[in-house]
């Protein structure tokens, strides 16, 4: 069956360091993948998405590739800040009987450090 | 426009009881996703739906567990005769379609307690 794999947190970092979260997942197919955040008491949001092979995903300086090579979708930003903090889901969907399954990866809480 | 609403955020519920947790799609969205978040694990698809229909339970348990979306009101997910392994978040979504391209908007979740 399908399922995603991302590192494990909490990872916490200053503000303006590099941010990598790592996930890698398996399905048959070509899946979408995606990045959904958390932030405290709220419910998910999406951040990014990929529909295909070597598509980049970009939005609020975050940044993904779909690598079908390496069954990867990594996330980064070049400069995290305090606001960043949150927890971080990569997800794949699959279509299925018309409408799209989402299988999501466990989390990875982010910290950012003043 | 408002968001995916759920109530309530938190619920008690002493083991034996019945736990009713509700979701109102954002307005124009008439598919409604469940999904279960036990502690330290990712959301796990539970139930799929659409007005009237459940098209898709697979992730939901045989017993205990039901879902419905009637023509008018919110989407109710019922668990009958709660356990202490049911305390969990669950999350509801909605999209204004089933389809590959539409996205999935999320509730805050409803945190499920069973003592």
């Known amino acids: 069956g399908n399922s995603v794999t991302q590192m494990e947190g909490p990872v916490t970092l200053s503000e303006e360091a590099f941010l990598t979260i790592n996930c890698t997942y398996t399905a048959t197919g070509y899946p979408s993948l995606f990045w959904y955040v958390q932030y405290p008491g709220e419910g998910l949001q999406l951040l990014l998405k990929?529909?295909?092979?070597?598509d980049k995903g970009s939005n609020k300086g975050f940044e993904a590739t779909y690598r079908k090579e390496t069954t990867s979708f990594h996330l980064e930003k070049g400069s995290v800040q305090v606001s960043d903090s949150a927890v971080y889901f990569c997800a794949l969907s699959r279509g299925s009987g018309g409408y799209q399954k989402v299988t999501f990866g466990t989390g990875t809480k982010l910290q950012v450090i003043p | 426009n408002a968001g995916v609403m759920q109530n309530p955020r938190h619920l008690v519920r002493r083991r034996g009881q019945e736990a009713r947790l509700r979701c109102s799609p954002m307005?124009?969205?008439?598919?409604v996703y469940w999904y279960r978040q036990l502690p330290e694990e990712g959301l796990k698809f539970m139930v799929y739906?659409?007005?009237?229909?459940?098209?898709?339970e697979s992730g939901m348990p045989k017993e205990r567990f039901s879902a419905e979306f009637p023509k008018e009101g919110p989407s109710i997910l019922r668990i009958q005769q709660v356990v202490r392994g049911d305390s969990a978040a669950y999350f509801c979504?909605?999209?204004?379609?089933?389809?590959?391209?539409?996205?999935?908007?999320f509730g805050p979740g409803t945190r499920l307690t069973v003592t």
């Open positions: 979504a909605s999209s204004p379609g089933g389809g590959h391209n539409y996205e999935q908007y």
């Open positions: 307005k124009g969205h008439s598919h």
């Open positions: 739906l659409q007005k009237e229909n459940i098209i898709d």
């Open positions: 990929a529909t295909k092979a070597d």
